[in-house]
């Protein structure tokens, strides 16, 4: 039998998740590693509960394929979405891109303005030496 949650043992036995619970802190119940509870050691303490049955019931697999059907209308709409805010994000970040080189542009020509006015720096001859 599988390893179970404190909440699944709980709806097995039928008690409160804080019943279980404190059986494991009193120490009456054992936990895994991985904080599972065997089935056997629910039978030690609860002998005359029935094993939890695996196999699903007709109406429990109709809700699972409802259910999957409508997370996957979920999960397109959203996929919709992002991808529209992706490109949305990539216009603005072209937007942006535009708007720098349009700002280098005008840094360069404001660059060789103020060169235009400056003086000619004077060249040392070195020849001279009076």
Do not use: C
């Not at 609860?46 to 695996?54: D, F, G, H, M, R």
């Not at 699972?64 to 990539?90: G, Q």
């Amino acid at each position: 039998m599988k390893d179970m949650t404190i909440q699944e043992v709980a709806d097995v036995v039928g008690v409160s998740y804080q019943a279980i619970y404190k059986k494991v802190k009193k120490g009456e119940l054992n936990r895994n590693a991985d904080k599972k509870i065997q089935f056997a050691e629910v039978l030690r303490l609860y002998p005359n509960i029935k094993a939890p049955t695996e196999t699903l019931t007709e109406e429990k697999k109709i809700k699972d394929k409802n259910s999957t059907a409508l997370n996957l209308v979920k999960f397109e709409v959203e996929n919709e979405y992002l991808k529209k805010e992706v490109e949305s994000l990539k216009n603005q970040l072209q937007q942006r891109i535009e708007e720098v080189q349009e700002l280098n542009k005008r840094v360069d020509k404001l660059i060789e303005q103020h060169n235009a006015f400056l003086p000619a720096p004077k060249t040392k001859k070195s020849w001279k030496f009076w």
